[in-house]
């Protein structure tokens, strides 16, 4: 079983930063992708972006030169630096987490974007 626990996230105004971060626990292999998802009200989830065991991404073209993704493999750990935040980014943003056929989500976390 594979646990998810994100931290960060909050409010920020219109061109502020923000960073989110997600911790993996349980049985973690070394070629799990990693990722974050996003769901703002009334929509449905969405991918953001996602990063591989070997650091390959792949953003969502709304996000992209705005958000860089990274992990710490020893630490089971991805992170999402986000800047030039929008309005329109205003979601709960969930962490995730592919291995095998397998298919795990974080509880999320809430971003908010004022403008």
């Known amino acids: 079983q594979v646990q998810l626990v994100e931290s960060g996230g909050g409010l920020v105004q219109a061109g502020g930063s923000l960073s989110v971060s997600c911790v993996a626990s349980?049985?973690?292999?070394?070629?799990?992708?990693m990722g974050w998802y996003r769901q703002a009200p009334g929509k449905r989830r969405e991918l953001v972006a996602t990063i591989t065991s070997v650091g390959f991404t792949n953003y969502a073209e709304a996000v992209k030169g705005r958000f860089t993704i990274s992990r710490d493999n020893a630490k089971n750990a991805v992170y999402l630096q986000m800047n030039s935040l929008k309005p329109e980014d205003t979601a709960v943003y969930y962490c995730?987490?592919?291995?095998?056929?397998?298919?795990?989500w974080g509880q999320g976390t809430q971003v908010t974007v004022s403008s």
């Open positions: 349980g049985s973690i292999f070394s070629s799990a992708r």
């Open positions: 995730n987490l592919v291995q095998r056929v397998y298919a795990y």
